[in-house]
């Protein structure tokens, strides 16, 4: 097996210790998507704002959610949800998501248990980084794939700053492969 080049931090003063992310290919997010019993889709609002050659974050959340992956959204971003047809398993802010998440009793929105993979996508790089930090020390049973555009070193993976055209082709590889 080929080793793998280390990545730098999207922010280069994001100082993770000893354990990083792996550099995510698409090939692997689907995998760990197919493979995970309980997948959870964390979204911000960033999804609303971000356009990838006349396409929207929220487009990739849709289709994501269509595809049986729970949802929560933060922020204003249930409104441009439920705009697109996907209404969100739940709404609450951040602090909250991250606080039920490290907490090993909690059973999921739908009270059928944790969630055994956590994919977060439009989250605000700093508050994503700390939410993947928290995930990484308190709950280390749970894995965590960062779908942004910026390498999040606390993830167990992220994509590692793609440009733009090549961060699209990505996320339109996930969609193709996890099929209709």
Same mark, same amino acid.
């Given at each position: ?8 931090? @999207? ?29 959870? %889709?964390? *979204? ?7 356009? !990838?050659?006349?396409?929207?974050? *929220?487009?990739?959340?849709?289709? %994501?959610?269509?595809?049986?992956? +729970? *949802?929560? &959204?933060?922020?204003? *971003?249930?409104?441009? !949800?439920? /705009? +697109? ?5 739940? @709404?609450?802010? !951040? &602090?909250?998501?991250?606080?039920? !998440?490290? =907490?090993?009793? @909690?059973?999921?929105? =739908? ?6 993979? %956590? ?23 749970? /894995? ?22 090549? @961060?699209?082709?990505? %996320? ?9």
């Amino acid at each position: 097996m080929k080793p793998v080049a280390a990545v730098k931090p @999207w922010d280069v003063a994001n100082i993770p210790g000893p354990v990083m992310a792996m550099p995510l290919d698409p090939k692997i997010a689907v995998a760990m998507i197919k493979r995970a019993r309980r997948p959870l %889709l964390i *979204v911000g609002s960033r999804i609303t704002e971000i356009e !990838l050659n006349g396409k929207k974050l *929220v487009d990739y959340v849709v289709q %994501l959610g269509k595809k049986g992956i +729970h *949802v929560i &959204a933060t922020a204003h *971003v249930v409104g441009e !949800l439920m /705009k +697109h047809g996907c209404k969100p398993d739940a @709404w609450m802010p !951040l &602090a909250n998501i991250i606080d039920r !998440l490290r =907490d090993k009793d @909690w059973v999921g929105v =739908d009270g059928k248990g944790p969630y055994d993979l %956590l994919i977060f996508m439009g989250i605000h790089y700093y508050f994503e980084s700390q939410m993947l930090s928290t995930i990484k020390n308190f709950s280390p049973q749970t /894995k965590t794939i960062s779908l942004d555009r910026e390498f999040q070193p606390n993830a167990n993976f992220s994509f590692p700053n793609p440009n733009e055209k090549l @961060w699209k082709e990505h %996320l339109e590889n996930i969609m193709t492969m996890l099929g209709k």
